[in-house]
Nanobody
Framework: QVQLVESGGGLVQAGGSLRLSCAAS????????MGWFRQGPGKEREFVAG????????YYGDSGKGRFTISRDKAKNSLYLQMNSLKPEDTAVYYC????????????????WGQGTQVTVSS
């Protein structure tokens, strides 16, 4: 089992930045691929970014390319999402997730999920 707890969300003006964190506990966290997803009001859950278990490869959904950066610190059992140049359409609940089967942009491949952290971007 892996337990995930997100933090770092909040209210920010358009053009601003936020850094989301995801603290993981449980066995073998370092062997899991990790991802960030988001779900806006009335929208489907959307892939934002993913990172392999080694941290050697990263992937981004169209919404975050060029503006978001995913990273992980195995020593701290933590996952991060640096978000820059935020837009009102980035408003959503952001979730971190863990996959034992490797990187995927599909939420169905992630077995463990955090509770989410709210990000609100005002115009």
């Amino acid at each position: 089992q892996v337990q995930l707890v997100e933090s770092g969300g909040g209210l920010v003006q358009a053009g601003g930045s936020l850094r989301l964190s995801c603290a993981a506990s449980g066995r073998a966290f370092s062997t899991y691929a990790m991802g960030w997803f988001r779900q806006g009001p009335g929208k489907e859950r959307e892939f934002v970014a993913g990172i392999t278990w080694s941290g050697g490869s990263t992937y981004y959904g169209d919404s975050g390319k060029g503006r978001f950066t995913i990273s992980r610190d195995k020593a701290k059992n933590s996952l991060y999402l640096q978000m820059n140049s935020l837009k009102p359409e980035d408003t959503a609940v952001y979730y971190c997730a863990a996959s034992s089967t490797g990187y995927s942009s599909s939420s169905r491949m992630y077995e463990f999920w955090g509770q989410g952290t709210q990000v609100t971007v005002s115009s």
